[in-house]
């Protein structure tokens, strides 16, 4: 015989309580920064094992969590991806942003991708491949790294550091040698604010430049960034300014079409 759906407490609005309780395994999960045990589940929502178990089969049949054949560990699944991509992408900037990138692509010939920020970092959102084959497989979606990207080190320089050093410092958890001083990330802030661009070559990917800037939607909100990716061979001065001119005026064109004065 069917059960009837558990019922929020008296007092607030009714609601199923299973799926609530399900968010909270999601919740645990991505608030965990990487793959976790059944264990570590039960325990981050404080539930028996058996129970966190229940909720896991279902979650793995809808997509919102996968688990790994191998060690058995619990991670976001495709789903919940494809989820959070299309929730960024429906945000008014990220759309209208999204609308000048065929064309940046297409004066330039060059791979452009967008990025907003996120718990953990910048995320693609976006990636049009240009006329030049890469050696890299994009994932919209990806998190991408703070030091050595140029997309990361906008964000480096834009944001304040309340924001950016726990996620620095859990990226650089596994290799603490690589944890810039005070001083480095002070010149890597000057060098992107007075050029207001980050250039970075082989950071990511071995053979592929990147060349970011930041695009400031009205009033106080946290910046999107768009990125060209080339490869290295080819970047030299002549073709870096090109390309670095034609970045900026289409953030001249998106900054107009958000609302904002070329001035401001």
Known sequence: ????PEESPKGQQQGIQSVELAMSIVEAIERGLGPMSLTQIAHATNMG???AHR???SLVRTGLVVQSHRSGLYDLGPAMRRIGVESLRRLDEVGLVSEHLPGLR??????????VWGDHGPILVRWDYGSYALPITVRVGATLPLLT???????LAYLPDSLTRPVLESQLSTDLERLPTDADLERIRAEVKNRGAAVTSGGVIPG?????????????SIPLVIALALPARIADTL????IEAELQQTIDRIRLDLGSSLGA
């Open 208 to 220: 592929v430049a990147s060349i970011a800037a930041p695009v400031f939607p009205p009033g106080d």
């Open 239 to 242: 073709e870096m300014a090109r």
């Open 1 to 4: 015989m069917l059960q009837p």
């Open 149 to 155: 990207s140029s997309v990361g080190r906008v964000y």
């Open 55 to 57: 909720y896991l089969v």
């Open 49 to 51: 094992a058996s129970k």
């Open 106 to 115: 297409d004066r330039t010939s060059h791979a452009v991708n967008l990025a």
